[in-house]
């Protein structure tokens, strides 16, 4: 069982979300690793390591079950990174909203990358913070939708910090300022996209900070043409830390998860 879903995705907008309650054998503590700038292919790989793990747990524990013995319980990770100028493809992308051939990918110092995510084409690099949450939704909740909610809800409370409104837009997963319906300048400050194998997620959000925007003029964001793209340093008017941001959003998400950052 795996469900894609990422930019473009018709789901309900919600204005509030429900912190899920504990029930017997889940682990909501996150393993939350700063891995700082790194380059994508590696980041990739690691994703596809954790997840690989967690889903041999998960079996095993079913076989457990099925013998009555003793299970183990599964972990959930969270990798916030910065990643060197890259373009990335959805499985459902088309490859024509890339507008850059590989010479011109190379005169910008950008790499580009086919990947198993839904959705169409985005662009992360540095000063932009990625988030790659490996979690088990049999920790939490069994819904994809909902957990994208979730995701949403934590970029829009740490926006709030800097006095951003922001919020979703119908049939049009991430965050975007200037959402309301008839609003003159719709633009997306976070996108999302992601994988589900088993329960078990991987890929994540991508908010912009201090991210260079000219590299969104070489492709057509999320397949998104006709609305702009946007950062918190150009909102608020000055640069802000990267860390600063990334320490805010895990408070939230770990209070709309319910979870705690497990010691390191």
Same mark, same amino acid.
């Given at each position: 069982?795996?469900?894609?879903?990422?930019?473009?995705?018709?789901? /309900?907008?919600?204005?509030?979300?429900?912190?899920? &309650?504990?029930?017997? *054998?889940?682990?909501?503590?996150?393993?939350?690793?700063?891995?700082?700038?790194?380059?994508?292919?590696?980041?990739?790989?690691?994703?596809?390591?954790?997840?690989?793990?967690?889903?041999?747990?998960?079996?095993?524990? !079913?076989?457990?079950?099925?013998?009555? &013995?003793?299970?183990?319980?599964?972990?959930?990770?969270?990798?916030?990174?910065?990643?060197?100028?890259?373009?990335?493809?959805?499985?459902?992308?088309?490859?024509?909203?890339?507008?850059?051939?590989?010479?011109?990918?190379?005169?910008?110092?950008?790499?580009?990358?086919?990947?198993?995510?839904? *959705?169409?084409?985005?662009?992360?690099?540095?000063?932009?913070?990625?988030?790659?949450?490996?979690?088990?939704?049999?920790?939490?909740?069994?819904?994809?939708?909902?957990?994208? !909610?979730?995701?949403?809800?934590?970029?829009?409370?740490?926006?709030?910090?800097?006095?951003?409104?922001? *919020?979703?837009?119908? *049939?049009? %997963?991430?965050?975007?300022?200037?959402?309301?319906?008839?609003?003159?300048? /719709?633009?997306?400050?976070? &996108?999302?996209?992601?994988?589900?194998?088993?329960?078990? %997620?991987?890929?994540?959000?991508?908010?912009?900070?201090?991210?260079?925007?000219?590299?969104?003029?070489?492709?057509?964001?999320?397949?998104? &043409?006709?609305?702009?793209?946007?950062?918190?340093?150009?909102?608020?008017?000055?640069?802000?830390?990267?860390?600063?941001?990334?320490? !805010?959003?895990?408070?939230?998400?770990?209070?709309?998860?319910?979870?705690?950052?497990?010691?390191?």
């Amino acid at each position: 069982m795996d469900f894609l879903s990422a930019c473009a995705t018709p789901t /309900p907008v919600t204005h509030s979300v429900v912190t899920p &309650a504990v029930t017997l *054998g889940q682990n909501r503590k996150i393993q939350v690793r700063r891995l700082g700038l790194v380059p994508y292919e590696p980041t990739w790989e690691l994703q596809e390591q954790l997840l690989a793990s967690t889903l041999a747990i998960k079996a095993s524990n !079913r076989e457990a079950q099925e013998a009555d &013995a003793p299970t183990q319980g599964t972990p959930n990770y969270l990798l916030l990174c910065e990643h060197p100028h890259v373009y990335t493809l959805g499985k459902s992308g088309k490859p024509e909203h890339l507008l850059l051939d590989e010479a011109s990918l190379a005169e910008h110092g950008a790499t580009f990358h086919r990947i198993n995510r839904g *959705g169409d084409i985005t662009y992360h690099g540095p000063g932009q913070l990625v988030g790659y949450p490996i979690f088990d939704l049999d920790n939490f909740f069994t819904d994809i939708h909902r957990y994208l !909610r979730v995701l949403e809800e934590a970029v829009i409370h740490t926006l709030a910090e800097y006095g951003l409104v922001a *919020g979703r837009i119908a *049939g049009l %997963t991430g965050v975007w300022l200037d959402f309301e319906e008839g609003a003159a300048n /719709p633009r997306k400050i976070c &996108a999302m996209g992601v994988k589900c194998s088993r329960w078990v %997620t991987m890929h994540g959000f991508a908010l912009n900070v201090n991210t260079d925007l000219a590299y969104f003029s070489h492709i057509v964001p999320c397949g998104i &043409a006709d609305k702009a793209v946007t950062s918190l340093q150009q909102e608020v008017g000055h640069p802000v830390a990267l860390s600063e941001v990334q320490e !805010r959003l895990l408070q939230h998400l770990t209070t709309l998860f319910g979870a705690e950052v497990q010691p390191e």
